[in-house]
């Protein structure tokens, strides 16, 4: 069997070199090694109840169920603690959202992820402000994304199935049968890229809607809060005592790894608001989130390259998502399992 390139280690290329682990498929991933990537600052969130009309995520269940056992699984078997189970609050922004919120909970399918008798006070009158209450979301938490994806580069290069490098759309020669790269043969190259792989010419028609973001590290003391706080911007404890605060969302933006000084500004404020205690901040760090329009996830084959694949279009829900979208592009491209409905990339040309 010859083996597949996966171009790009993010979540979306490490979930897909699991999956063919798992099916003993040979694989080789080449990645570009850089030190700040979306997958590897991000904060990994997985939380059921989001944006401004407090919507259920939608298949947040099913997604999860499935989500939980593949990180447990790469836990055990790399001898690594990565998915953190953590409650979440959600606090009102305002006096209105409050009498919103008491309609969402009529709805049977949000129930089983609300805290139905949370601690009363919510939260700490000393350390949060949240003078319009807020709820408590349950099957919320974390994944260490670096330390996930360090753990799993480790082990696949043990493998001899890991390769820095940054491969060019002209060094990879496609036929019917094969894609070739620095003299090797395989069967198929799947791009993983990020929202870089809009800039590449066999994709420069996928609708990205690329969104900048800055994530904030910093210490404070939240005097054993560990519960993943939100209201504006976000504040989560990691299991190293440092807060994870974020984030900023741009979507027009000159270079990746600048930052809009008046969005980090307007993060800065809404962290005073929130928080009554002080904050100091250690290190900030920028990313681009691979988002598509309408937030879609796309996976599948290209419309005329049949040996060239792609998955991409996680945005801020990578850690959710990458199991399962890798999970139904191997079962696609191995067993020809159908794509759900409106995610095959070649259906949006």
């Not at 949370?118 to 670096?146: I, S, W």
């Amino acid at each position: 069997m010859e083996p597949r390139l996966i171009i790009g280690q993010g979540l979306a290329g490490t979930a897909v070199a699991w999956h063919l682990w798992q099916r003993e498929v040979p694989f080789l991933i080449v990645d570009r090694d850089e030190p700040v990537t979306s997958s590897k600052v991000a904060a990994g969130l997985f939380t059921p109840i989001t944006g401004m009309r407090l919507t259920l995520n939608e298949g947040y269940g099913s997604r999860l169920a499935e989500a939980v056992p593949f990180y447990r699984h790469k836990e055990r078997l790399l001898g690594q603690r990565f998915l953190h189970a953590r409650p979440a609050v959600r606090l009102f922004k305002n006096a209105e959202e409050p009498s919103r919120w008491a309609k969402r909970m009529l709805d049977p399918a949000v129930k089983p992820f609300v805290q139905a008798h949370p601690r009363l006070p919510l939260l700490n009158a000393e350390v949060f402000d949240a003078p319009n209450g807020g709820f408590q979301m349950k099957h919320a938490g974390y994944l260490d994304t670096a330390a996930y994806l360090a753990a799993s580069r480790a082990f696949f290069e043990k493998l001899g199935c890991w390769q820095a490098a940054d491969i060019r759309s002209e060094e990879l020669a496609v036929d019917a049968d094969k894609v070739a790269w620095e003299g090797r043969s395989f069967g198929e190259v799947i791009f993983c890229q990020g929202w870089e792989a809009g800039r590449h010419p066999w994709f420069d028609w996928v609708p990205f809607a690329p969104a900048r973001g800055t994530i904030l590290t910093a210490s404070g003391d939240l005097q054993g809060e560990r519960r993943i706080v939100n209201c504006g911007c976000w504040v989560a404890a990691r299991e190293d005592g440092m807060l994870r605060i974020g984030s900023t969302y741009e979507l027009k933006f000159d270079s990746p790894h600048g930052f809009d000084p008046a969005k980090l500004a307007e993060l800065y404020q809404q962290i005073k608001r929130l928080l009554k205690v002080p904050v100091v901040i250690h290190d900030q760090q920028t990313a681009v989130r691979p988002t598509i329009t309408q937030q879609r996830t796309l996976i599948g084959r290209h419309p005329a390259k049949r040996r060239v694949a792609f998955l991409n279009g996680l945005g801020s829900k990578g850690t959710l998502l990458a199991p399962h979208f890798a999970r139904r592009l191997v079962e696609y491209l191995l067993d020809g399992e159908p794509i759900p409905a409106g995610m095959d990339v070649a259906g949006n040309l």
